[in-house]
């Protein structure tokens, strides 16, 4: 029974990391996500990868694409699809204005982070981006050298 609660993480914290390298973000959200039973579970063990996700409105909702959620191990029949799409929960304010600035050219809606709150409900954080460029990529490069040159001589 303790290898069953060792598996289930204490904080779940899943991050796009190489968000932040492909796209500027003009905008954070916070959104709640729709799970099934054992989606959440997935969740909860840390099996998700949200390198590939992005979001799209379908009917006046948005939805979380392309985001894969490992099949739970002790799933049976029920066990969900990995990459199935998903609906997120957000005010309709907030709805809005994400509907009308992701029209703009060049946006998109990306998934940044995934987290379980205080409350054990999973939630997202999107953000409105746009896409950057090669040179900026590299002058982020250049930034991050400087800045761990800067860490070793402190030390």
């Not at 204490?10 to 905008?27: G, M, P």
């Not at 060049?106 to 940044?112: D, V």
Request: charged residues 35%.
């Amino acid at each position: 029974m303790a290898t069953d609660k060792e598996r289930i993480k204490k904080t779940v914290n899943i991050q796009n990391r190489r968000a932040s390298y492909e796209y500027h973000f003009l905008n954070k959200y916070t959104a709640g996500i729709m799970l099934t039973g054992t989606e959440i579970k997935s969740v909860r063990e840390g099996n998700v990868n949200l390198t590939d996700g992005f979001c799209a409105f379908l009917s006046g909702e948005l939805w979380l694409n392309q985001v894969h959620i490992a099949k739970f191990t002790e799933g049976t029949y029920n066990n969900h699809e990995p990459t199935r799409a998903r609906k997120l929960l957000l005010n309709k304010k907030e709805l809005n204005q994400l509907r009308k600035k992701s029209e703009e050219q060049g946006t998109t809606i990306i998934p940044t982070r995934l987290f379980i709150n205080d409350r054990g409900f999973a939630k997202v954080d999107i953000a409105l981006a746009k896409g950057k460029k090669l040179f900026d990529k590299r002058e982020d490069i250049k930034e991050r050298d400087v800045k761990r040159e800067m860490q070793r001589e402190r030390f």
